[in-house]
């Protein structure tokens, strides 16, 4: 993910020091950033909650900061989203085209589906072509996107609750929509949606809020702790 850097010059923002604020100064700039990158944070999951929809957990939590750290001469702190999770999709990698524009991205759970097969219907194809997604139609939890997987490779085949893949032979002339039902007892639920691939404009404005609310926040602190 790219970077942007701000850099503040505290005797520059307050001009003229006397002996006392002097001495404050070390402090006061630390816990004026630290309490800067804070707010960051908290203002890009306000910013989330905002621009997307169903915003999860996952997502909100994933906008982070570290603490100010000595470095040289310079205090440095920062704000990011994460960049890793063990075993799913890295935020950082998801959210990029709602920050930059460009296509969604593929998820793990999309890759698998370009090399899975339904084991019900006459769909026996590849479910998804690199130009498709499968778009949730209700909450789907992670452990349920697992269990679609496996139902989708046929290395599980439960007699109830079972997920399938309705394709261009099955839904032809039946009025069903292309995508992934939930069999569960006796009745059909549409769960997933086929769409083409979508494109994003960059409509979440991560670096703007971020710098605006750092240097709001950390000049409103900085004079507030040294007692102007």
Known sequence: MAKKVLQFDEKALLGELTHIERVLLPRASYLSLNRAVFDARVRLQQEA?????NVSRLTNSSFLYEKPKQIGNSLEASVFIRPYIPKGNAPAKYLAPQIYGGKAYRTRFQRALE????????????????????SPIVKISPRTYSTITGQMRGTSKPKNKRYFYMGEKSVRKSGYKKGIYLRQNKKLTF????IDMPSYT???????????????????????????
């Open 202 to 228: 960059g409509k979440f404005n991560f670096f703007k809020v971020a710098e605006d609310t750092v240097r709001e926040s950390f000049n409103r602190n900085l004079l507030k702790e040294i007692g102007r």
């Open 115 to 134: 090399q899975s097969q339904t084991y019900i219907g006459r769909d026996s194809e590849p479910i998804l072509s690199s130009d498709k997604i499968m």
């Open 49 to 53: 909650k905002n621009r997307f929809k």
């Open 191 to 194: 769960i997933m949606k086929q």
